[in-house]
């Protein structure tokens, strides 16, 4: 048993999102180290729908839930692991002490730090109306970036398309929504995608130049983390 140590770990939260997880960390992988190759990953799927009813205006409570979860991945020592789902973090914040340190978490911090420019740049944060709205991703981004704040309807059409996505895909919507953000909104440097639904979304927009796609780094920084301690 002692070869699976240190394995990564993934905490599934909805079915697609889960599923292009999966996919896109494999394909991460294969990109360095060939089509053949299979990336080691211990998986726990959470009864989401029971946690996604409370949130998020229940955090703490959403974080008492997941808190077995975090010891399961202990347990099981999937060492590093992420989370499969953006608002999700934001428990890590009402509820710290429940969370060991000895636990080696991928946290969406640690991604923006890595990944956002050093020189300022202005951002718009894509996801729920709720993460859209709320202080949490704004706090973990450097200061020296301008966050822009869209417009209701343009957070709704936003919201409409993670609800779209959420069960089913529609390139459509996805190709008229992102088309119409980059369009109003040209001074924008970066839309910071922070909502899976929404990265599902965005594989249907061919211009991806102008996404910070959280979800997707999370999954560069597993498979990176993981590929360079195992050469």
């Given at each position: 048993m002692k070869a699976l140590n240190k394995v990564p770990g993934i905490i599934l939260t909805a079915v697609q999102s889960g599923v292009w997880y999966l996919k896109t960390i494999q394909k991460i992988a294969q990109e360095s180290m060939g089509n053949e190759y299979v990336f080691p990953l211990k998986m726990?799927?959470?009864p989401f729908q029971e946690i996604n009813e409370i949130l998020p205006h229940k955090m703490e409570e959403a974080a008492q839930m997941l808190v077995p979860y975090?010891?399961?991945?202990?347990?099981?020592q999937a060492q590093p692991f992420?989370?499969?789902?953006?608002t999700l973090h934001e428990t890590f914040n009402y509820y710290p002490k429940t969370f060991s340190k000895e636990i080696h978490f991928l946290s969406i911090e640690d991604v923006l730090i890595r990944k956002?420019?050093?020189t300022p740049k202005k951002l718009a944060i894509l996801g729920t109306a709720?993460?859209?709205?709320?202080?949490?991703?704004?706090?973990?981004?450097?200061?020296?970036?301008?966050?822009?704040?869209?417009?209701?309807d343009l957070q709704k059409k936003v919201d409409d398309l993670r609800i779209t996505f959420y069960n089913e895909l529609d390139k459509n919507q996805a190709e008229k929504t992102f088309s119409e953000l980059t369009k109003q909104h040209p001074e924008v440097d970066f839309f910071i995608i922070s909502c899976t639904e929404l990265a599902l979304a965005l594989d249907f927009f061919d211009n991806k130049t102008k996404f910070f796609n959280l979800p997707h780094m999370q999954c560069e920084r597993l498979v990176s983390h993981y590929l360079n301690n195992h050469k």
């Open positions: 726990i799927q959470l975090l010891k399961d991945m202990k347990e099981i992420l989370l499969a789902n953006i956002l420019p050093v709720y993460t859209m709205n709320s202080g949490y991703l704004k706090s973990l981004i450097p200061k020296n970036h301008q966050v822009i704040l869209l417009n209701k």
